[in-house]
């Protein structure tokens, strides 16, 4: 046997080997901001695995993400990204333009819904506060798209990641978040189509309930959480946010290169199951 057939690959396979999934990927996450955020653990992650990243928070919550982001490096640089303000967009493309040039991948994890429009049924919200929720939640994945489309241009193609929670059932206290939700999907399906021409997939990820901020505003949370841990043929730990983070980081890498319009369940199984 020669030398090589005993030691194996040849040194740049295994150099291949040990890259990181995201290595040399420019990275925007939306969503960052405290350490228990779903995006979070992304951007931790995608630090990991070898990506560039930039972070976005808005108004009273920007300061938060700013020290949230020291938790992962001291260089992270926090943009600010009120997706009710229109000016926003165009900063953070006019920023990122600068500083990168070009972006391969991006993480929609965006959602609010006035207090109305939660635990209440569907009867106490008006249009004022259920359009919020749609504006905010769901309709936001456009302009977020549409301000990185000439940056995914320029790295020649790219994923579009968004966090959704499964809307294809009404859930107890979701109410009206769970319509943003089912916009949400819908609205992917047709970025997927529209961003196509670009060489950039727009996936979802249906992640199972975590203990977040974002939770906690959920009226009868703990219901999901006894639920769930019962149901979930995987089982399903609400405190841990690892296999969600795992799932988003593949989808943002170079693994799924002709899957778009999809959504991906991170929920141990659950939704796959009936009584």
């Not at 926003?88 to 965006?110: P, Q």
């Not at 959480?225 to 799932?247: F, I, Q, Y």
Request: glycine fraction near 10%.
């Amino acid at each position: 046997m020669s030398s090589r057939g005993r030691r194996g690959a040849s040194p740049s396979r295994y150099a291949r080997m040990l890259m990181g999934m995201l290595d040399g990927k420019r990275i925007l996450i939306t969503g960052v901001l405290t350490d228990t955020s779903l995006a979070f653990g992304v951007a931790q992650l995608a630090v990991h695995e070898g990506a560039q990243i930039a972070l976005t928070g808005a108004g009273r919550g920007l300061s938060i993400t700013q020290r949230t982001a020291r938790k992962i490096s001291a260089d992270i640089a926090v943009m600010e990204l009120d997706v009710t303000v229109p000016a926003h967009f165009d900063a953070l493309a006019a920023h990122l333009t600068s500083t990168w040039g070009a972006v391969d991948g991006a993480l929609h994890s965006i959602g609010f819904a006035p207090a109305v429009c939660l635990g209440e049924g569907m009867w106490n919200a008006q249009w004022d506060d259920v359009a919020t929720a749609v504006q905010i939640s769901a309709y936001s994945m456009k302009p977020l798209a549409q301000c990185l489309l000439p940056l995914f241009e320029a790295a020649g193609g790219g994923s579009y990641v968004g966090l959704t929670f499964d809307a294809t059932v009404a859930w107890p206290g979701y109410d009206w978040m769970g319509v943003a939700k089912a916009a949400m999907e819908s609205l992917n399906r047709y970025l997927a189509r529209d961003l196509a021409p670009a060489n950039v997939r727009s996936n979802l990820i249906a992640a199972g309930p975590i203990k977040t901020m974002a939770a906690r505003a959920i009226p009868g949370f703990s219901k999901f959480e006894e639920r769930w841990a019962e149901m979930a043929p995987l089982g399903w730990n609400v405190k841990d946010s690892t296999a969600v983070a795992k799932a988003v980081v593949a989808m943002l890498s170079d693994w799924f290169p002709l899957t778009t319009g999809e959504i991906i369940h991170v929920d141990g199984g659950y939704h796959a199951m009936g009584a």
